[in-house]
């Protein structure tokens, strides 16, 4: 089942633009983290946030995180072509010490256009 | 470009039929996941392997199951195909200090395209 959902599914914007993707989730987690997807191939992890952080950063990334509402989101600041790609979100959760996993959205897809 | 190789990078097969897809981890990697995507969806997650041994398990049915090996590869089997096994198959990797670690990033292969017809 999928517990993060990606808002919005698809987004489209200029070179230059900042992008903004939104994550929810239903239940308590040890972290979020954010990956990026190129053409239906690997995975690349972008950031991983605590569930006790409320904001983390990473050069042109900037990722913020509120349990309360279980919600993160994602911003791209001064996009470019080569972010075109798929984004989801993950969270983290474990139970008695194993089964430690992630479970993704169903991704937002941004496209950048020169 | 990750350390974690994946192959083969595309298979096809009939319903019925049984896969092994093969998974190297990045070096100093000794933990080993693997998750299924269908089609646009988000990766779900299949099962664990922490040091050879199954560490959590997703919703899948028995005839998804797998294998890791001393030096950390691992393999995932599927038998009697299904149509909707049809996926791609992504293998991830991390450098687990503890079985109960609970912050860690994974690093994933580029994955295995199954098409079962």
């Known amino acids: 089942s999928q517990q993060g959902e990606e808002d919005p599914q698809a987004l489209s914007i200029q070179e230059g633009e900042n992008a903004t993707m939104n994550c929810s989730y239903k239940?308590?987690?040890?972290?979020l983290q954010w990956y990026r997807q190129n053409s239906g191939r690997g995975l690349v992890h972008l950031i991983l946030?605590?569930?006790?952080?409320r904001e983390k950063h990473s050069g042109r990334l900037r990722v913020t995180l509120d349990t309360s509402k279980k919600s993160s989101s994602l911003l791209i600041t001064a996009s470019r072509a080569a972010d075109t790609a798929s984004y989801f979100c993950?969270?983290?959760?474990?139970?008695?010490?194993?089964?430690?996993?992630?479970?993704f959205g169903k991704g937002t897809l941004l496209t950048v256009n020169p | 470009e990750t350390g974690v190789t994946q192959s083969p990078t595309h298979l096809i097969k009939t319903r019925g039929q049984q896969v092994t897809l093969r998974c190297s981890s990045q070096s100093g990697h000794n933990t080993v996941s693997w998750y299924q995507q269908a089609l646009g969806q988000g990766p779900q997650f299949i099962f664990q392997?922490?040091?050879?041994?199954?560490?959590g398990r997703g919703n899948f049915p028995p005839r998804f199951s797998g294998l890791q090996f001393p030096n950390y590869s691992s393999e995932l089997n599927v038998n009697a195909l299904e149509l909707d096994d049809s996926a791609l198959y992504l293998c991830?990797?991390?450098?687990?200090?503890?079985?109960?670690?609970?912050?860690?990033?994974?690093?994933f292969g580029s994955g295995t395209q199954l098409s079962v017809l």
């Open positions: 392997y922490y040091r050879e041994e199954e560490n």
């Open positions: 993950a969270t983290a959760s474990s139970s008695g010490g194993s089964n430690y996993k992630l479970t």
């Open positions: 991830a990797s991390s450098p687990r200090g503890n079985r109960a670690a609970t912050n860690e990033k994974l690093f």
């Open positions: 946030i605590r569930s006790n952080e």
């Open positions: 239940t308590s987690i040890n972290n």
